[in-house]
């Protein structure tokens, strides 16, 4: 027995790689709580646990750091040659106003309220406005997305105002289309995503120009 403690003694002090250590602990304050947690659970329970421990932590954080982490933008169309531009969403959309808005990080289920909170709010009397919602690079909405997406529609709905989507990859049409959500926007105001950057936001804008005209 204390040969063989000696053996795992030895065994553990070569595996145990300072410079990697450092650079965890430096990463950031979840990889560093992660790692210091299992490393205490380690010589207090057996290792198995430790281990799950750390990663059942692990993934909690990541949920909520990534459900915190998402960001809505507006996008400022440009001009033929000239590259579009971010900005702080709008607080209200006015009437016959087209906002293009996009989102950066995750749409999981504890993201949409989040996401929900940062959508603008509609005037009473918004008539001919539209909120173009860009999803490229978002392959999975979720239900909880996608309960918040069928509200969104219904409060602009009632004043007015159209909710148009550009740029849905092919499985979050499947999920559209599969849960009803397809039909509600309407088919033409749903635009797949297509290997030409930016192809669906401008047909999305003319489709919006379009609600404009057929309104006014």
Do not use: C
Request: charged share 15%; proline share 6%; no cysteine.
């Amino acid at each position: 027995m204390p040969a063989l403690a000696g053996l795992l003694i030895v065994v553990g002090y070569r595996t145990f790689n300072v410079d990697r250590v450092r650079q965890v602990w430096q990463t950031g304050s979840t990889q560093a709580t992660v790692m210091g947690t299992t490393f205490v659970l380690t010589l207090i329970v057996p290792s198995q646990y430790a281990v799950l421990v750390g990663v059942g932590l692990s993934v909690i954080l990541y949920v909520v750091g990534a459900s915190n982490r998402v960001r809505v933008v507006r996008l400022t169309v440009p001009e033929p040659g000239k590259y579009p531009t971010e900005s702080e969403p709008p607080s209200t959309v006015l009437a016959g106003e087209t906002v293009v808005l996009a989102v950066h990080g995750s749409l999981f289920y504890a993201s949409a309220p989040v996401f929900e909170q940062q959508l603008p709010d509609i005037e009473p009397h918004a008539a001919g406005g539209a909120v173009v919602l860009v999803l490229r690079g978002h392959d999975d909405l979720g239900s909880t997305f996608l309960q918040v997406l069928g509200r969104y529609r219904d409060r602009l709905r009632v004043a007015g105002v159209h909710l148009l989507l550009a740029g849905v990859e092919s499985r979050a049409l499947t999920q559209l289309r599969d849960t009803g959500m397809l039909q509600r926007l309407g088919p033409d105001n749903v635009f797949p995503g297509t290997p030409t950057l930016g192809d669906p936001l401008r047909r999305a804008a003319a489709r919006a120009e379009q609600l404009r005209d057929s309104t006014g």
